[in-house]
């Protein structure tokens, strides 16, 4: 059966930005052209969607995630995960390998590829540890995980201290074109840490962790990209001295890209101030400076995308004392209002905003979506961007509630998402 979107303002970064109708058949996109309803309304095996006041963009596309599967399912599962990517708008996500065991093999590849086709929401895109174990030592299989269906590889969550073994894995990801993906933190500097390291954390007497645990591992992998002509790919910005320095690496040519998360473009330290785990996350929370560093890095595209870093705990693990709790949240299901904010105060256009969770992250990792041109799978999110609702976390769709954005009115909602043409989440069902 053939589908036609019709009537919603079309945004496609780089070929459409205003009023169409999007056909779909055979789950493809066949057509975006105005005036597509006159032409195929006599037809009988057409299913019309009538996208009147909606946005119709490509799916959402999401570099970086943690779906706990396998060995945290607790947290969260591939199946979960994927539902809530689906409820956020996000239709390709790919998930980091720190997971137990550590994805640093194909048949942990393969199972996280099996369970996401089992789940039938989202594409899942496994990423690859860098080293064996994430023990920052002897390099993965690289070769192997490219085999299995990684698109990229990371020890996240654990830095690789040895520059030797950074050098390394750019050399040897560099034949396979393959992204790599460095947590910037120097763990000595941040050892100990649970928040950012200021006037904040002096009052509240909680040990802090300095911008310059990040910025000196920002510079080191620069020059190790530098030197090797990699692809780096540089997550969760949070300061204004990464910012920066990712300005001026790009001015000079080297192939860096960087992602930077909504929690770090819409909340400051000052958020920690009520002992809430649920602020906290790593890099954590920094000052008013840093947050309008990486509104303008976002605005003049220092910052390529923005990505969630979704990552789920349980309730009782982020119910303990500050320092003892978890770092992460949530973040699937919030990213799109929360950057919607920023086209609202005027920091970014619409289309910069649906470029960076689009056609940007679909190209820094070499995937055929995150776009509505004809020929390509149809991976649509409808969104309803005058909808208001508060954010209940016993209504989300992660197994986990950690969100520190739990009570906000939000601004945008998505109202239907599809993958391959089929719909995979549907507001009026839930």
């Known amino acids: 059966m053939k589908v036609l979107i019709a009537g919603g303002r079309v945004v496609d970064p780089g070929h459409w930005n205003g009023v169409a109708d999007v056909l779909i058949e055979g789950g493809k996109i066949s057509a975006v052209e105005p005036n597509l309803q006159e032409k195929f309304q006599k037809v009988k095996a057409l299913k019309m969607i009538d996208a009147k006041g909606l946005l119709v963009c490509p799916g959402f596309v999401d570099l970086h995630v943690h779906f706990r599967e396998p060995g945290f399912e607790y947290k969260e599962t591939i199946a979960t995960g994927s539902a809530a990517a689906v409820a956020g708008g996000f239709t390709s996500v790919c998930c980091m390998p720190n997971t137990q065991p550590v994805n640093d093999s194909r048949s942990i590849t393969e199972f996280i590829l099996a369970q996401a086709a089992a789940a039938r929401k989202a594409r899942v895109f496994p990423i690859g540890a860098i080293t064996k174990g994430s023990k920052g030592e002897e390099l993965a299989e690289i070769g192997e995980l490219v085999d299995a269906g990684c698109v990229a590889v990371s020890d996240d969550g654990v830095p690789v201290m040895n520059s030797l073994v950074m050098r390394r894995a750019m050399e040897y990801a560099s034949a396979f074109h393959l992204?790599?993906?460095?947590?910037?933190?120097?763990?000595?500097l941040s050892r100990g840490g649970s928040m950012h390291e200021g006037a904040v954390s002096t009052e509240l007497g909680i040990p802090g962790i300095?911008?310059?645990?990040?910025?000196?591992?920002?510079?080191?992998?620069?020059?190790?990209?530098?030197?090797t002509g990699a692809r780096l790919h540089l997550p969760h910005v949070s300061t204004v001295g990464s910012v920066r320095m990712v300005r001026e690496a790009k001015a000079?040519?080297?192939?860096?890209?960087?992602?930077?998360?909504?929690?770090?473009?819409?909340?400051?330290?000052e958020a920690v101030r009520s002992y809430d785990a649920n602020a906290k996350m790593n890099p954590p929370l920094r000052t008013d400076e840093d947050v309008q560093a990486i509104r303008g890095g976002l605005r003049d595209n220092t910052i390529d995308i923005v990505a969630?870093?979704?990552?789920?705990?349980?309730?009782?693990?982020?119910?303990?004392?500050?320092?003892?709790?978890?770092?992460?949240?949530i973040g699937l299901e919030t990213a799109f209002p929360l950057t919607?904010?920023?086209?609202?105060?005027?920091?970014?256009?619409?289309?910069?905003?649906?470029d960076k969770l689009t056609r940007e992250p679909a190209q820094v990792f070499g995937l055929p979506y995150g776009t509505l041109v004809p020929g390509v799978a149809?991976?649509?999110?409808?969104?309803?961007?005058?909808?208001?609702?508060?954010?209940d976390t016993a209504r989300l769709h992660s197994l986990s509630r950690n969100t520190p954005f739990a009570g906000w009115t939000m601004k945008g909602k998505v109202v239907k998402t599809f993958v391959g043409g089929n719909v995979v989440y549907d507001r009026d069902e839930q």
């Open 179 to 188: 992204p790599v993906i460095d947590h910037c933190e120097d763990s000595m």
């Open 210 to 227: 300095p911008k310059a645990a990040e910025e000196v591992m920002v510079a080191r992998n620069i020059a190790l990209a530098e030197l």
């Open 252 to 269: 000079r040519g080297i192939p860096v890209t960087a992602e930077a998360c909504p929690h770090h473009f819409s909340l400051t330290d």
């Open 308 to 329: 969630t870093d979704h990552a789920p705990h349980a309730v009782q693990e982020k119910q303990l004392e500050f320092d003892a709790a978890p770092f992460g949240i």
């Open 340 to 354: 919607l904010n920023l086209v609202e105060e005027g920091i970014l256009s619409l289309a910069q905003a649906i």
């Open 378 to 391: 149809a991976d649509v999110t409808l969104i309803d961007p005058n909808a208001t609702w508060v954010v």
